[in-house]
Structure formats: structure tokens, C-alpha cells
């Protein structure tokens, strides 16, 4: 069977830790993993497993700030706090490097056509982080890191991001507040019972970016068939006004109904009809655009 799925992995992920009781735990990843080994997943024949590497300062430079990142490297050699929700232990800069540059790894195999799709499993995450500053568990804002790869790399003039983490994305939202050639889509949980507390649905960017910038709150509760009827009525028609040349993907899984801190509704079926969706949007952008 041909692989069709490559999946950016690497035991470093692991390594990052910020306490056992932390939302944002490397328990969870490890569990993900030994799933997929368990239920034979990984040896289907679907998936290929690849390395990633650390993304460089020039990378990371495109969408954040010298000052930050000089902070970022002090922290790393004599650990300290961004904020109540981000300690920065000692060493947590090469893990966070890690995990940009397995973002970047992803949108290379796909934009040299190696797979037709890629998913990397990384922590840290990365879409609270804002130009010159971390926050809610975030330092690097991954995706962001990989659009500008894309765009400076392979001169993707249009991408589009599709974010539906059950928190808002505001750090990928103020990287392309004003930028018209990224599409940014964010599904969260109702920003009056979630932080950030922003991500309403007046917030649709600035000048030229005006409507490229859509925020889809949802109550508490909303699960798989709200979040279909969204992505049909809503999301789909967005894509293909926009007419992307890739869609990124901030694939948060704490929309899941055990999630521990949020109040959705999402079933693991429910994600696997979410991702199969953007895959059809996206060969039909594709060959409207060529």
C-alpha cells in the first residue's frame, strides 16, 4: 500500500515539560503515539514517519521579533516565566525549535509534492504566540512560521489558515491582521467562557484584510454536527472565494468532549469528517487556479 500521510515526529517532543499537572503535558502526545503503534497505524503502510529539524533564527525572524527571540534565548540558559500559564524551563528553546521547524518540515514535503498530505504532531503549540510575546502555553506561533517558510521558500502568493482549536488563535490573528494574501478561520468555544477572551465576530482584520480575517465563535456543547454544518455553510464558501494555493491547518484536539478544559463537544469521528473536508476544498481550488 502506497503512503499517503507523512507524519512529522520526533521523541524531543517528549522532552518538554511544564509540570506534571499541566494542561499541556507530554503524557498526552505519548499516549497518541503508543495509540497509533498499538492499533497499527504506523505500520499500515499509510503513514511515513519523518524527522523533523530545528527551525533557524531566519525563520523564525520572519514572523517574530529580535527582541523576543534574544528574551527566548536568555530564558533558555537560566529558565524563568512569559506568563502565569508559560513557565519557560531550562532548555525549552531547542524543543520549541524543534517543533516550528517540524511545522516547516510538513509544508516543504507538501509543496515539493513528496506527499499529498502532511500532519505534524508537535508541542510545544504555537497560535497564542504573538510577534513579541508567548502566552497560553504557546512561545513560537508554528503555523505562522510555516506560512512565511512557504511563502519566502516556494513563493505561495495566497494561503489560507484554518484554525479549530477550541481556543482563538489571537497570536496567529495579530501576526495577519492586516495581511490580505492569508485567509485565517478560527472556530473556537465563545470567547466570554474561554481565554483568550477574544476572537468575536467584529474581529475581521484590518484595512486591506478586511474579511480575511473570520471568527466563528460557538457555545459550549456545540459538537460534531454543528461543527459540520459550519464548515459546509460557512467555511467551505470562504475557501473558495479566497481560492488558496494550501491550506494550513492549527489541528487543536481540544474540542474533544473529554477535554479536561473546555466545554465542546467534538467525538473522534467527528475530527476525522473535519480533516477529510479542507483535502476536497483544496483540489477544487487547485484546479480552479491552475
Sequence with gaps: MAVKIALIYDDGYLEHEQGPTHPERRERLAYTMSYLAEEGVLSSGMISLVRPRPATREEILRVHTERYLKLLERLE???GIIDLDTP?????LNYTLLAAGGAIVA?????????????AMVRPPGHHAKPGRGAGFCYLNNIAILAEHLRAKYNVKRAAILDWDAHFGDGTYDVYEEDPCILYVSIHQDPYTLYPGRGFISEIGGGEARGTKVCIPVPPGTGDEEYMYIFDELVEPLVEWFKPEIILISAGQDCHFSDPITWLGVTAQGYAKLMEKPLSWLKKCVKENS
Excluded: W
Design 107 to 119: 509544508g516543504e514535503l507538501i509543496a515539493e509534492g513528496a506527499y499529498p498530505r502532511a500532519f
Design 88 to 92: 519557560a524551563p531550562k532548555g525549552f
Design 77 to 79: 540558559k537560566v529558565g
